[in-house]
């Protein structure tokens, strides 16, 4: 069956996590992604973190997936030929070096331009213009600085970052629908652009409601969802809301069976008023669904802790799946806290392709994540990352390099 992105060259000048999750994603749609890495050393994450001695990590082959590798030097003359004749046959390059760097190679934007106008060049940076446009940034960097750890964790607790990579897989995700954008905006153009996605914006732009919740307050004093109300004062910016849903509907993380002992027994409970007559049954207080001060969603703001609590009573006498199954059946929104052990092992998300296992000659058998989005037409099938340069002659081959100007090459360390 045909890909989405059949056809497509992306020039894969990326490292570390942002950059390779949007062009392992491209890839997964079908796109042809030659990653540019440094002889001897590539990718940085190749090494780190390891957990088998001399093997690409972990960190490296969940984030490399379907992408070809070869190693060049490109700040040697010849590694800018070979450079040069990437540029030419390629459609996208994709980079996330620290600022000015792709400058500094010698590959600005008008130079490309000149090799081939049509080329789209997408970067990932830690910030947009502005006064920390030349710093680099991490995953963390970005999400306190974009919203999260300020509105992430507890009342009277430190500020906290969360453990989805927002920052760095999120800014990936936009990163690559910038690209298909602009891939489509070249057919009627004919022209490449520039495509930029900022950590700092992606993350913000995953935090809207913290940016609503302050104007809220703002306006009116406090936030009558969260946990600081009625009890606390609010100060002059949003503050940290523990478990508290961020949507219209309140709710709360809840102790299940066997909480002593296992940190993940918790079931995720929403209060949707939509069902309130339903969960006042299953919980044994009828009387709520006509008493005054439960009956209707605003007077139930004032009472949320305590009524969480007597939730809590219920659903500790259950099991976390016990507790989930009673509620669906109520079409009480709710969710089990999965463990990661859980869910590398749930059978449905083997079944859809979202946790896939993969062979890799060096590692055998891991675990990844497969392509979140699926598209009936362009069937995602996993393979493994590549070696350090595994496709570098393959790839020179194909610019028209024989193999004694490849071996000439290797012997000068510039491939
Ligand atoms: N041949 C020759 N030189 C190469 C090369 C190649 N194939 N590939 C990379 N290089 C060079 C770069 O040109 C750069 O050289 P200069 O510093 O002389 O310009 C150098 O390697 C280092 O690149 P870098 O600054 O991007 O790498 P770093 O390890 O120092 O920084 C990071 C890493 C992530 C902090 C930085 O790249 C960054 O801020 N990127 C943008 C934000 C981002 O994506 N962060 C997410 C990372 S995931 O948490």
Known sequence: MSKALDGVRILDFTHVQSGPTCTQLLAWFGADVIKVERAGEGDATRGQ????????????????????SITLDTKTP?????????????????????????????????????LNPRMIVASVKGFGPGPYEDCKVYENVAQCTGGAASTTGFVDGPPMVTGAQIGDSGTGLNLALGIVAALYQRNSTGRGQRVLAAMQDAVLNLCRVKLRDQQRMERTGQLKEYPQYPDQPFGESVPRAGNASGGGQPGSILKCKGWETDPNAYVYFIAQG???????????????????AYATPPARLTHLKQIFARVEEWTKTKTKFEAVDILNKYDIPCGPILSMKEIAEEPSLRASGTVVEVYHPKRGKYLTVGNPIKLSDSPTEVTRSPLLGEHTDEVLAQLGYDAKQIAALREERVI
């Open 49 to 68: 973190l390891r957990d088998i001695p001399d093997v690409d990590s972990l960190y490296f082959t969940m984030l490399n997936h379907n992408k070809r």
């Open 274 to 292: 939509a069902v309130w007559p339903a969960i006042c049954k299953v919980i044994g207080e009828e009387g709520w669904v006509s008493d005054e």
């Open 78 to 114: 010849k590694g800018k030929e070979v450079l040069e004749k990437l540029i030419r046959q390629c459609d996208v390059l994709v980079e996330n070096f620290a600022p000015g760097a792709l400058d500094r190679m010698g590959f600005t934007w008008s130079r490309i331009q000149e």
